[in-house]
């Protein structure tokens, strides 16, 4: 890493906080505003962010070892979320935002009652509290601890202060941090706003690194014909 990796580093994250902080404003009126961003949003950014949440720093990663064993299909681990992502835009969103509601725990509270509403809500939150998120956000943040030590080459421990403190568990501190302050003031809007720039840059990112490896390797002709030499690239692209 050279002084103006760091630089550009630097301020990137420091513009993703002023940009979050910025939405501030656009957040503090109501609990809508903040959780909901004033139900002004468009498609486009919702649609966005969605697709962002799901490009998080395990993704790369993940997608090249299915692909690495299965082949292209392995993608289908994720492609086959498009079709549920499809059916909701069109068929459910529109009934949902007529609910008025602000969370599905609000909307599990309206459309189930009784006791046996009650268990599906306490269900719900489990598996997503418990289990799901809980996972997520495990695994991704430890893709993000392995990128980082591997970009930044750093080592396992580092002393600061004075004191050793595990590479990961700054490095985690740090990301928290940042992403906490600008979730915590400015709400779905610091979030959809960010998430836009932050998938605009991976998208673009993603190509130059696609042209880049395929120079790297001599083209598409010289890939082919590695691939092609090697003992297996699992089954066909179906």
């Not at 956000?137 to 893709?143: D, F, G, K, Q, R």
């Not at 990112?205 to 090697?230: D, E, P, R, Y």
Request: one cysteine or more.
């Amino acid at each position: 890493m050279q002084t103006l990796d760091w630089i550009v580093i630097g301020l990137y994250l420091l513009s993703q906080l002023a940009l979050g902080l910025y939405c501030e404003s656009k957040s503090g009126h109501s609990v809508e505003d903040f959780f909901l961003a004033g139900r002004k949003l468009t498609w486009w950014l919702l649609g966005t962010s969605m697709v962002a949440t799901a490009f998080a720093s395990d993704t790369p990663l993940f997608i090249t070892k299915l692909v690495r064993e299965y082949g292209i299909s392995g993608a289908w681990y994720y492609w086959n979320a498009s079709l549920n992502g499809l059916l909701a835009a069109f068929f459910i969103s529109y009934l949902w935002r007529r609910t008025h509601v602000i969370s599905d725990a609000e909307f599990r509270e309206l459309r189930y009652s009784g006791n046996s509403g009650k268990a599906v809500r306490a269900g719900w939150a489990l598996y997503w509290s418990a289990a799901s998120t809980f996972f997520s956000l495990a695994w991704v943040i430890l893709a993000m601890v392995k990128i980082s030590k591997a970009v930044f080459e750093l080592s396992d421990t580092m002393m600061i202060a004075g004191y050793e403190m595990q590479t990961s568990v700054v490095v985690v501190a740090i990301s928290l941090a940042i992403t906490g302050a600008y979730s915590a003031a400015s709400g779905l809007w610091g979030v959809i706003v960010t998430d836009f720039v932050q998938f605009i840059l991976a998208f673009l990112g993603t190509g130059l690194l696609a042209w880049f490896s395929i120079n790297h390797v001599g083209g598409l002709a010289s890939m082919k014909a590695q691939i092609a030499a090697l003992p297996s690239v699992g089954p066909g692209f179906f």
